[in-house]
């Protein structure tokens, strides 16, 4: 029997959870559901991460106001996916903050990408209906820029390329708490068909840099401790568990299929029960094939190229 399409068969509802990890600072996380991170200032509320729908939003929205009714003035969105940033207009903040190159990456792909996550995540995208269209950022910047909440600073700056060219973390210094989007997962796979090998490690190697208290990653529970390094070390195992056997495979000029085998074969017993494991792994495979070839700059995923590769790679 084949399998579902990447997430097309996942339709349970997933249980949120509303951690605080430090002083007015709050993760929204939902069993490997995309994440969003809340900053209390002394005057407004910051959001990172805007969910994939308006209804969605909303429920980060409910949560923020069980613990303050300051208003929503910045939306920080490390990145460009669709599941991250069509909920946006739900916040009504006045400030939508995306490095430049995540902006221009919405004008090269964002429709594409939208149309493409909408079929692999049906359950993210209940309520589309009310999506405006694409979310463009209000205020971008190139390597840095601070916010001031009130007194509160929040430093927003992107460490190199990961998940995407554009990735953005967020550092709330009084705290020493990260928020680093999909740079860094929790028993969640890291979805890296729009990724960057070769550089992942040492964008890593800067979020591990800032020593942080506590993170919130991108998918899974937020880290607070010695689970910080855990989680930043298990998403650098699985990034180069999954490129290193494709490599290898391209270099010798062997197939896309050989690549996926080769890749499940590291892979499989180590990351298995991740979260939206068996939906990454097709697309992690095709990019890696790729990045090993040669080519740079990913290819635009489309809903028609998903369903192309998703059919080839099934065994």
Known sequence: MAKAFASAGDLTEKEISFTQIGEGLYAFTAQGDPNSGVIIGDESVMIVEAQATPRLARKVIDCVRSVTDKPISHLVLTHYHAVRVLGASAYGAGQVIMSDTARSMVVERGQEDWDSEFARFPRLFEGHEEIPGLTWPTTTFSESMTVYLGN???????????????????????????????????????????????????????????????????????????????????????????????????ARGGSLKEAMAAARAVCDPKFSDFAIYEHCLPFNIAR?????????????????????????LQE
């Open 152 to 250: 509160r600073r929040v430093d927003i700056f992107v460490p190199g390329r990961a998940h995407t060219a554009g990735d953005a973390a967020i550092w709330v210094p009084d705290e020493e708490v990260m928020f680093t989007g999909d740079i860094v997962e929790y028993h969640s796979a890291c979805y890296c068909g729009d990724g960057h090998f070769a550089d992942w490690g040492d964008t890593l190697d800067v979020i591990a840099g800032f020593q942080p208290r506590a993170i919130a990653p991108g998918r899974g529970d937020a880290l607070i401790g010695g689970d910080v390094e855990l989680a930043i070390e298990s998403t650098r195992d699985f990034v180069q568990s999954t490129y290193e056997p494709v490599a290898r495979v391209a």
């Open 288 to 312: 890696a094939y790729d990045e090993a070839r040669g080519l740079d700059h990913p290819r635009i995923w489309t809903a028609e190229r998903d369903a192309e590769m998703w059919a080839a």
